[in-house]
């Protein structure tokens, strides 16, 4: 059983920044990947960023203002969110997947932590 824990989220005004955080936790034996994803009212789930051992993607409408990184050591994942704009207001989603101990793969995703940019 693999639990994802966010944190980090809430009210900001535009221009400012926030830095969310997602834990994992549980019998893993490797994290093979990790990445945020962003729900708003009325619209699809779509990719922030995502973070593997072969390097970092970004959603083209956060390029330049959001970057993830990522903590083997602990199993978490952060996205440092800069430059907000009202349209950044969503749920956003931690979600990784990988490898339990007991060898099967899992793929999991987070409760959510909701962000809201506004004046």
């Known amino acids: 059983q693999v639990q994802l824990v966010e944190s980090g989220g809430g009210l900001v005004q535009p221009g400012g920044s926030l830095r969310l955080s997602c834990a994992a936790s549980?019998?893993?034996?490797?994290?093979?990947?990790m990445a945020w994803y962003r729900q708003a009212p009325g619209m699809q789930r779509e990719l922030v960023a995502a973070?593997?051992?072969?390097?970092?993607n970004h959603a083209d409408s956060v390029k330049g203002r959001f970057s993830i990184s990522r903590d083997n050591a602990k199993n978490t994942t952060s996205l440092q969110m800069n430059s907000l704009k009202p349209e950044d207001t969503a749920v956003y989603y931690c979600?990784?997947?990988?490898?339990?101990?007991?060898?099967?793969?899992?793929?999991?995703w987070g409760q959510g932590t909701q962000v809201t940019v506004s004046s």
């Open positions: 979600w990784s997947n990988g490898r339990l101990l007991r060898g099967t793969l899992y793929d999991r």
């Open positions: 549980g019998s893993i034996l490797r994290i093979n990947a």
């Open positions: 973070i593997t051992t072969s390097g970092t």
